[in-house]
């Protein structure tokens, strides 16, 4: 018989495992197409994968970065958005003019990013946002702001 089917059968880990995988990357993709909004002509941007942890007295925003140099990222607080803004830009080596000979796989980003990350509904002190970069990650520490205690006024009637 020409062209007979095989069945193959993977084990039922590895299955859910594929499910979650493609389900992920699905979401990411839906979450990157609903920000763009109803345009058909999209940035030429590249994004960042991001954490976003709370703790009791700040946000930790974690980035992958790898790749890009501390000088080419910029880092703003956009308080219209309640949101922090990444942008850079990851530079391409350049390679030798015909050293080159051929173009298996490409699966890394170069060039312009931009991501903006929006809080949670809490007030933050921007002024007290601190960034550091090391290994390929922009680590952002974020503090919420101190709440105030509101004594009771007296007013008189």
């Known amino acids: 018989m020409i062209g007979r089917l095989q069945k193959t059968f993977m084990p039922r880990k590895e299955v859910d495992e594929w499910f979650w995988q493609v389900g992920s990357e699905l979401q990411r993709l839906s979450e990157e197409l609903y920000r763009s909004g109803p345009t058909l002509i999209r940035k030429k941007y590249w994004e960042p994968r991001v954490d976003l942890i709370e703790d009791n007295s700040h946000f930790t925003l974690k ?67 601190k960034a550091h970069y090391r290994s390929g990650f922009l680590m952002i520490l974020v503090p919420k702001a101190v709440a105030t205690e509101a004594k009771p006024h007296r007013k008189s009637i």
Do not use: C, M, W
């Open 63 to 129: 980035a992958e970065l790898a790749g890009v140099k501390g000088e080419d990222i910029q880092l703003v607080y956009v308080p219209e958005r309640h949101s922090i803004l990444l942008r850079g830009i990851r530079r391409e080596e350049e390679y030798p003019e015909n050293s080159r000979t051929g173009i298996h796989q490409l699966e890394i980003f170069y060039g312009d990013f931009e991501r903006e990350i929006k809080l949670p509904e809490i007030a933050v002190e921007p002024d007290g946002i």
